[in-house]
């Protein structure tokens, strides 16, 4: 079936350190797929922090960025330099670029704590 | 100013009783969702809805049903609340043209707890 795994959390990075928070997934039916990283920041609902729609491209929002990867079906987010304003919940997801009827699936989300 | 509330934001319910999750949003989207997070796994879709009076059942129906009469109120009904019913539940909005770019607009959850 269609699945996403991601970094089992939490995840505790010191500010200015360089994170990467590893997703996975499988599409067995689903031709094109779409890819996402959403972000939830404490008490806040869960909004898109970057998408990628062609395999290969990269994407890339508030110094965040995650690449298409179709042979290894990954989309690894990554920061340079982690800031304590970055700790949140971040989700990584999977949609249908032709037949989606608007539904996404989403990994378990991963915990990114920053210590200052 | 685009949002997407839920109300109530925290609740505790005996097992057997009838709990009622709403859902608003005001930017017209006409998609809505119910989802519900339990520790471990990803959010998994309930229930979605295309418009008033056009609902259709998600990945996990059982247990739920759904209401919506106006474009920008979705409710989550469960009757006789079980105690595997126990999660965080994330209502989220888009508008149909954007359901390839994955747009969605979440609130910021209800934490049901059913004793």
């Known amino acids: 079936g269609d699945s996403v795994t991601q970094t089992e959390g939490p995840v505790t990075v010191s500010e200015s350190e360089s994170l990467i928070i590893n997703c996975t997934y499988s599409a067995t039916s689903i031709a094109y797929p779409n890819l996402f990283w959403y972000v939830r920041y404490p008490g806040e609902g869960l909004q898109l922090l970057l998408k990628?729609?062609?395999?290969?491209q990269k994407g890339s929002s508030r110094g965040f960025e995650a690449t298409y990867n179709k042979e290894t079906t990954s989309f690894h987010l990554q920061k340079a330099s982690v800031q304590e304003s970055d700790s949140a919940v971040y989700y990584c997801?999977?949609?249908?670029?032709?037949?989606?009827?608007?539904?996404?699936?989403f990994g378990q989300g991963t915990k990114l704590s920053i210590k200052p | 100013d685009m949002k997407v509330t839920q109300m109530p934001r925290y609740l505790i319910k005996r097992m057997g009783e009838n709990v009622l999750l709403e859902c608003g949003q005001d930017?017209?989207?006409?998609?809505m969702y119910w989802y519900r997070q339990d520790p471990g796994l990803g959010l998994q879709l309930i229930y979605i809805?295309?418009?008033?009076?056009s609902n259709s059942e998600g990945d996990i129906p059982k247990g739920y049903r759904v209401s919506r009469k106006k474009r920008e109120h979705f409710s989550l009904i469960l009757d006789s609340a079980k105690t595997n019913q126990t999660s965080v539940y994330f209502c989220?909005?888009?508008?149909?043209?954007?359901w390839g770019s994955g747009e969605q607009y979440f609130g910021p959850g209800t934490r049901l707890t059913v004793l």
């Open positions: 990628v729609i062609t395999a290969g």
């Open positions: 997801a999977l949609g249908d670029q032709d037949y989606n009827q608007g539904k996404l699936i």
């Open positions: 930017m017209s989207h006409e998609t």
């Open positions: 809805s295309y418009d008033v009076d």
């Open positions: 989220a909005s888009s508008f149909s043209r954007d």
